[in-house]
């Protein structure tokens, strides 16, 4: 059973800054993208930001210039370093990665537990 946790979320004051991290768990042969997603009250979850195996990154309008995503040398770890953080960046905020567990089976996609962050103004 692979598992992703999350850690790192908490209350700040707006202008601040939250590092989230994301370790994953359990028998994996590869992953080919870590991402974070986020969901506020009321509204759908979305995209922030995304990496690939050979170190691509993207994010979404709302969080370019303030969010970096990263994924150290150990594998299976993704952090997002949030800089500048707003009240509308308050939100559950989800790690998913796509894995494969050997080599001929099909990439999977996981989910963390999520984490809450919570901006005051």
């Known amino acids: 059973q692979v598992r992703l946790v999350e850690s790192g979320g908490g209350l700040v004051q707006a202008g601040g800054s939250l590092r989230l991290s994301c370790v994953a768990s359990?028998?994996?042969?590869?992953?080919?993208?870590m991402r974070w997603y986020r969901q506020a009250p009321g509204k759908q979850r979305e995209l922030v930001a995304s990496?690939?195996?050979?170190?691509?990154?993207d994010y979404t309008d709302s969080v370019k210039g303030r969010f970096t995503i990263s994924s150290p040398n150990a594998k299976y770890t993704v952090f997002l370093q949030m800089n500048s953080l707003e009240p509308e960046d308050t939100a559950v905020y989800y790690c998913?990665?796509?894995?494969?567990?050997?080599?001929?089976?099909?990439?999977?996609?996981?989910w963390g537990q999520g984490t809450l962050v919570t901006v005051s103004s």
């Open positions: 998913n990665a796509r894995i494969r567990r050997t080599y001929a089976a099909a990439y999977v996609e996981v």
């Open positions: 359990g028998i994996i042969f590869s992953t080919n993208v």
């Open positions: 990496i690939t195996s050979d170190g691509s990154t």
